[in-house]
């Protein structure tokens, strides 16, 4: 897997799809982040790509105690 990867973004639409089988969920305006446990470390990106470790290093640390290979795509 290529790193930054690519996240799925939300879409507005007039209406809800009608049927079985849909989910939804709200959009809030927080941060799109993607964490990546390493063997090493944890990096966490935003969803353009950047880095942002340094600015959410209190979940970079709770990182450490995922399995290497993780990876998660979240909000904070």
């Given at each position: 897997?290529?790193?930054?990867?690519?996240?799925?973004?939300?879409?507005?639409?007039?209406t809800l799809p009608d049927?079985?089988?849909?989910?939804?969920?709200?959009?809030?305006?927080?941060?799109?982040?993607?964490?990546?446990?390493?063997?090493?470390?944890v990096i966490l990106y935003?969803?353009?790509?950047?880095?942002?470790?340094?600015?959410?290093?209190?979940?970079?640390m709770a990182g450490m105690?995922?399995?290497?290979?993780?990876?998660?795509?979240?909000?904070?």
């Open positions: 897997m290529a790193f930054p990867i690519k996240v799925a973004l939300a879409l507005a639409v007039p049927g079985l089988g849909w989910w939804f969920e709200p959009k809030f305006d927080w941060h799109r982040t993607v964490l990546r446990r390493t063997d090493d470390t935003a969803r353009s790509g950047r880095v942002v470790t340094p600015q959410w290093m209190d979940l970079a105690e995922l399995r290497p290979g993780t990876v998660l795509d979240g909000v904070t």
